[in-house]
């Protein structure tokens, strides 16, 4: 019989859930915010239920693995994320004049509904 080891697969630097280019820390984030695997499941018809179920088995075996990075991989991010808008930051600052400006529209709308 298989164990979650078959289900979780390092490639290229990052866990993915089996041969799929589902990531691992997609799955384990859905299911921190309180969705069943049976939901991520359905978020993700890439993977099976079962894939689903040993993926989050497989972060509570190595939970501080996975979490040192999930850190470090977040970590990544941010600094990328911070060099990309320092490069353009107009860009920035006009995409989240417009972002809030929708978001204000549509917080009117639900009010007048």
Do not use: C
């Not at 040993?54 to 850190?71: G, V």
């Amino acid at each position: 019989m298989a164990d979650s080891e078959t289900y979780v697969r390092q490639r290229e630097g990052d866990w993915y859930v089996a041969d799929t280019g589902v990531p691992v820390y997609a799955i384990i984030a859905m299911w921190q915010q309180g969705y069943s695997p049976e939901e991520i499941q359905i978020s993700f018809p890439a993977i099976s239920q079962i894939e689903a179920y040993e993926t989050i088995l497989y972060y509570l075996k190595h939970r501080r693995e996975m979490d040192a990075y999930f850190r470090a991989s977040d970590a990544r991010f941010q600094q990328l994320k911070a060099e990309t808008e320092a490069r353009n930051p107009e860009f920035y600052a006009e995409m989240r004049a417009r972002i809030a400006a929708f978001r204000a529209v549509e917080q009117q709308r639900s009010a007048a509904s």
